[in-house]
């Protein structure tokens, strides 16, 4: 696994799922039978882009280098009955507690749990060929059906941390030295406050335990309520399951001890719960270690022993330790891998994977009529869309059918009832995008077998 030396934790993703393919109008051909049915295949269905829970997958990292993510488009129907085959669906693994937004910071999925699935963004539905569309009435259909384009779009992912333990301290109190001796990762390190902007992520092996140790930046009384990098931040520990202070033995600031700063830090954490609410595992049940830092400096080495009582007082279990000179590292691994073994043993078993589908548009009244004054008339719906994005508006056939789905739908009775006078312009889509059509009622709708052949229909004629 990749230490996080580059740990990225929210990215901009850009999705495009596959275009369905076209259907194909085609006649059947054969030596002396010229006349034979309609053959044309339906076009494919195009790819979905699916996001899966992957634990394997550390980051985001991948997704930072390559953000623009296409899946294939359907082929298109072809003669002989032939369909044209699916496209291809995009499989993103990403990793375990990766929270998928709209870009404007809407939750569209949290994605927890190994193999979890997420169909981001849809692939168009493939057009109907028109053997598919013949019927006792059209007995051969000289047109097809297009296929859809495609859902796309832009989404966030951003990554919960899911570290097994959290490094909380004050700014410099050697928290990301901690990652860097502990695991491969390189953190910046430096002596000014708010040196770690974004978390780090460090690979710690124990014995024959591995886990993920997070440096969250420093935190400051007041984090929780959003001062220095506070709440940010406290959100990545949230899925640790243990915590462990950080505390600075050889600082000279004036009013800071380990005892105080610990006292701290604790009070933001209880502060941070109360923000969050009930419906998050409270960060204050999480169990604690205590890491008293640079004992290599001698005066730190006897601050270290005068408040380790303290804390034992309270129930804590204590280490003396230096990034600096790795003293007392390897007892607080096996320390810290104990605490997430047990966690781990008590954990229920793992859930069955779950499916995560977004909920397709609801599905309305079959369509809307809206009056726009002046004998015009707007068209919505889902049906009413959808069939035009699947009309080849070059095929006056392909039109005379969508005349013919939108009457059997109603549309023409409900125009006559909405007040429609002939002549009236009818526009089908959304208000800044529409087809126009000039209406004349010339017979009841119900009774389209009573017109010529198709291809002639006049009621409805694309501008
Ligand atoms: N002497 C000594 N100095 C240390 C030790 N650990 C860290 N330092 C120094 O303390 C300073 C801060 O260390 P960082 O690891 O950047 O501290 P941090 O907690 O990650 O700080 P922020 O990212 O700002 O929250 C650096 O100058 C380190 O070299 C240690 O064990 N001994
Ligand atoms: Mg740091």
């Not at 992957?54 to 980051?59: P, V």
């Not at 270690?289 to 804590?316: M, Q, S, T, W």
């Not at 390897?330 to 078993?349: D, T, W």
């Amino acid at each position: 696994m990749a230490a996080g030396a580059q740990f990225i934790d929210r990215v901009v993703l850009h999705v495009a799922a596959g275009d369905g393919g076209h259907g194909c109008a085609s006649v059947h051909r054969e030596k002396f039978k010229p006349l034979g049915g309609p053959d044309g295949g339906n076009g494919g269905r195009g790819g979905d882009v699916i996001l899966v829970v992957d634990t394997g997958t550390a980051s985001l990292l991948e997704y930072h280098r390559r953000p623009h993510r296409r899946a294939g488009n359907g082929k298109p129907g072809q003669g002989s009955h032939r369909n044209g085959a699916d496209g291809e669906d995009v499989v993103l693994p990403v990793p375990d507690g990766t929270v998928v937004m709209t870009t404007d910071g809407q939750v569209l999925a949290d994605l927890v749990g190994e193999g979890t699935r997420f169909v981001v963004a849809r692939g168009g539905r493939g057009g109907l060929g028109n053997a598919a569309l013949a019927s006792p009435k059209r007995k051969a259909p000289g047109f097809a059906l297009l296929g859809e384009e495609g859902e796309k779009l832009d989404i966030v992912l951003e990554l919960k941390s899911v570290a097994d333990v959290a490094l909380v301290g004050f700014p410099s109190a050697g928290k990301s030295s901690l990652i860097a001796a502990l695991s491969a990762a390189r953190p910046k390190i430096a002596d000014y406050p708010f040196t770690t902007l974004t978390p780090n992520l460090g690979v710690v092996e124990a014995g024959d335990t591995t886990f993920t140790v997070a440096d969250v930046p420093g935190l400051i009384e007041g984090a929780s309520r959003g001062r220095g990098l506070g709440l940010e931040f406290l959100r990545h520990i949230e899925r640790s399951s243990t915590i462990v202070h950080v505390l600075d033995c050889a600082t000279l600031e004036p009013g800071r001890d380990p005892l105080t700063d610990y006292e701290v830090i604790e009070k933001e954490l209880q502060a941070y719960d109360r923000a969050l609410g009930e419906h998050v595992r409270p960060l204050s049940d999480r169990p604690r270690l205590i890491a008293l830092n640079k004992i290599d400096v001698p005066d730190g080495r006897e601050l270290a022993e005068l408040v380790r009582p303290e804390f034992e007082e309270r129930g804590l279990k204590v280490f003396e330790v230096s990034a600096a000179t790795r003293e007392g590292l390897r007892e607080l691994s096996f320390a810290m891998a104990e605490m997430v073994r047990s966690y781990r043993a008590s954990l229920p078993p793992p859930e069955p994977t779950r499916l995560v589908i977004r909920p397709e548009p609801v599905a309305g009244a079959d369509f809307t009529i809206k009056p726009m004054g002046d004998n015009t008339y707007l068209i919505g719906g889902t049906k009413p869309l959808r069939w035009l994005r699947q009309t080849d508006f070059t095929n006056d056939e392909a039109v005379g059918y969508l005349a013919d789905r939108l009457a059997r739908l109603g549309v023409e009775e409900a125009l006559a009832e909405a007040g429609a006078k002939p002549g009236a312009t009818v526009m089908i889509g959304t208000e800044d995008d529409a087809v126009v059509f000039d209406w004349e009622p010339e017979i009841a709708a119900g009774q389209t077998q009573a017109l010529g052949p198709r291809g002639t229909d006049h009621r409805l004629e694309g501008r």
